[in-house]
């Protein structure tokens, strides 16, 4: 029977009768259990002590689940408790591993790793996605810790929402600015709180496997890993590896194509920032915010791609490259002289300041390039038509250099029918079983990621006496040579590259649906918001892009008495005020008279400072961290000692409120782009 205790009643058959997974081959294989056990940590400081200091962990918790049953919770205040915990669980437990999953693994490991590193020794693997961001963790004893939050995409609260789970997590009982001691005794409200963090854990994790038909020790790393695990068994059985060698990079190709690669295109309208735009700016008419539904597979299943290997063209010019586009494919470096936009009250320019290699006597405008003498810049063919289409220059001394061309065609049956199955599951699930429409839905959004990961990627790696990070450069022409030949190998990376070019491509295209006498506000990569649309060219733009879809034989889609359509442009916000500042940064009022806000670094619940004025979101305004939750990370590193107050201390994280003062992007010196080379390194 469930009991919530500490390891005082520590019990060997809570951990037994478990089922266990095979994974690896000869030497590599191992066997894993199936038990699910989600641990975590809270943690305190020492009181009025201003400034970031030292903090040190005041409680812990961990569940386990056999199938579907709740086990046990184990909870105590000590760190080292933990640890015998574990050193305990590793002796009952037979299996070669087993897995401990953190919700942010990241914070609780850097608080746990000294007491760890004393009882089981250095891990032997590590696996990081950036600095202070480990996801997969191995100790030589078997243990292996694992980040659920990368997989799940959002926080534990939402995830035991969305997944509908028993144990839901005990929001607001637990006072985070309460200071505590170890030997503290813990309230009913705080063991609540504690014992509901690692419960809904488990009950979360052991839903999701069960879902997807997967144990514990199946699950990939990340998100991500989940749909390309699953594209690639359709790959496999379509010679999907063959088809990538027939069109793989080479080496030097490659790092072309990554230079190029840009994300979602976002913008505020230029001669519009720091004003409120209300119904009387606009006439009467409301701000409308168009949505491109799944913008992404739609690129993926309805647009050509390079098809075939890139040839180098060792002639070319500008004009040749754009008679050429729908045909072929091109990766290039443009050198624009004299280049400027055709119309001065252009709102939305589109050459991007950071990616160009050399910018001479430029002037920008929030990243994005307006005029410059000189401008030397990786392209693809897309680019330089929206190029071409807006901007003017010197045809007879531009020039373009390190040309490459491939064939253009649509991408593989096999290929586009698991992009659309993957829209139909999400689609026909809407309303009804929320753990799989919610799980479909994510699995939809990481189909344009695994698209565009690196095929060479850097070692990130924790130097454990130091606590310190060094990136260690692991790109070779050798092992990229390796990449190509795995048999594991399908998706080639010019794919996610072209996609995104497609994406601004069709976002400009949604802005040409902006009658005259409207104006194009801001854009955010699939979205436009803007006032005064003509909807005549709005249906005939959906109805474009809705033919093309069916030319590739595939069509809307019936639920409930709607049709589903990728690639659309629909209504997704109506805004009776907006009011933008810079890209990911601007306010507006719903027809509900709420205020809301998106700015990158503060959190939603920010809305609240500004008083609802939207006069007060300007350049200068300081978002408060302790009404947004905002938090800024000091890190320490040192040994394990016992401080003042009997609390035994090791590595720890200061979590401190941090204001977030908006700024003008333009204030920047447009100097520091001069002369500027972007070498492949600094891509990563």
Not at 656 to 672: A, L, Q, V
Request: net charge negative; charged share 25%.
């Amino acid at each position: 029977m469930y009991e919530l205790k500490t390891i005082d009643k520590y019990n060997p058959e809570d951990f037994s009768g478990y089922s266990y997974t095979v994974k690896g081959k000869g030497k590599n294989r191992r066997s894993v259990s199936n038990l699910v056990i989600m641990a975590d940590t809270e943690t305190s400081k020492e009181p009025y002590h201003f400034g970031p200091c030292e903090n040190y962990i005041v409680a812990w918790t961990l569940s386990v689940m056999r199938g579907d049953e709740k086990v046990a919770t184990y909870y105590g205040t000590e760190p080292e408790t933990f640890v015998k915990l574990l050193t305990n669980i590793r002796n009952d437990i037979k299996t070669d591993q087993f897995y401990i999953f953190f919700h942010n693994m990241p914070y609780d490991w850097w608080f746990l790793r000294q007491f760890m590193f004393t009882e089981f020794g250095y891990p032997e693997h590590q696996l990081n996605v950036k600095p202070h961001y480990p996801i997969n963790i191995e100790f030589e004893n078997g243990i292996v810790l694992r980040d659920s939050y990368i997989i799940s995409q959002v926080g534990l609260e939402k995830w035991a929402d969305e997944l509908d789970v028993e144990d839901k997590k005990a929001v607001d009982h637990w006072d985070y600015n309460k200071i505590r001691n170890q030997g503290d005794p813990l309230s009913d409200d705080e063991l609540l709180y504690i014992e509901h963090d690692t419960l809904a854990g488990v009950e979360c994790l052991t839903k999701y496997c069960s879902t997807l038909g997967k144990t514990i020790a199946q699950l990939p790393y990340t998100a991500t890993g989940l749909i390309r695990e699953r594209f690639r068994e359709v790959a496999s059985k379509n010679r999907g590896h063959a088809w990538f060698q027939k069109q793989a990079l080479t080496y030097e190709q490659l790092s072309l194509a990554e230079e190029i690669y840009h994300g979602g295109y976002t913008h505020m309208n230029r001669f519009h920032k720091s004003e409120t735009i209300d119904e009387i700016y606009t006439n009467g008419n409301t701000i409308d915010c168009q949505d491109l539904a799944s913008s992404y597979p739609w690129a993926l299943i309805s647009e050509k791609y390079p098809c075939e290997k890139f040839t180098k063209l060792h002639s070319a010019t500008i004009d040749g490259i754009l008679s050429q586009k729908d045909d072929y494919a091109f990766m290039f470096v443009a050198t624009f002289i004299g280049i400027k936009l055709k119309d001065p009250l252009m709102p939305m320019p589109v050459l991007q300041a950071s990616k160009a290699r050399y910018i001479y006597d430029g002037v920008k405008d929030n990243g994005r390039i307006i005029k410059a003498n000189a401008v030397e810049i990786a392209l693809t063919e897309i680019d330089l038509a929206l190029i071409d289409k807006f901007y003017t220059y010197d045809k007879e001394l531009s020039e373009v250099e390190d040309v490459y061309f491939a064939a253009k065609k649509y991408l593989p049956k096999w290929f586009t029918d698991f992009v659309f199955k993957l829209f139909t599951d999400k689609t026909n699930l809407k309303g009804g079983d929320k753990v799989l429409y919610a799980i479909k839905k994510a699995l939809l959004n990481c189909c344009y990621g695994m698209c565009v990961q690196h095929p060479l990627k850097d070692d990130i790696i924790e130097r454990y006496e130091s606590g310190e990070y060094e990136t260690e450069i692991t790109r070779d022409e050798e092992l990229y040579g390796k990449y190509c030949n795995s048999r594991n190998t399908f998706l080639p990376y010019q794919i996610g590259v072209w996609c995104t070019c497609y994406a601004m491509k069709n976002l400009f295209e949604l802005g040409d649906c902006i009658g005259k006498d409207g104006e194009w506000l801001y854009s955010d990569t699939d979205s436009v918001f803007a006032y005064g649309w003509d909807k005549e060219k709005l249906n005939q733009y959906n109805e474009k892009r809705k033919n093309l879809l069916i030319s590739r034989g595939y069509n809307g889609l019936e639920h409930n008495g709607r049709t589903y359509w990728l690639g659309i442009a629909e209504l997704d916000k109506v805004c009776t005020e907006f009011r933008g500042l810079h890209s990911k940064c601007y306010a507006y009022r719903d027809t509900d008279k709420e205020l809301h806000i998106t700015v990158a670094g503060v959190p939603k619940k920010g809305v609240k400072c500004l008083h609802n004025d939207l006069d007060n979101f300007k350049v200068g305004f300081s978002f408060k961290g302790r009404y947004t939750g905002k938090l800024t990370h000091t890190y320490f590193c040192g040994t394990i000692h016992t401080d003042a107050r009997g609390n035994r201390v090791g590595d720890s994280i200061d979590l401190s409120p941090c204001d977030y003062k908006i700024t003008d992007p333009n204030t920047m010196n447009f100097e520091e782009f001069a002369n500027r080379e972007i070498g492949v390194e600094s891509l990563f």
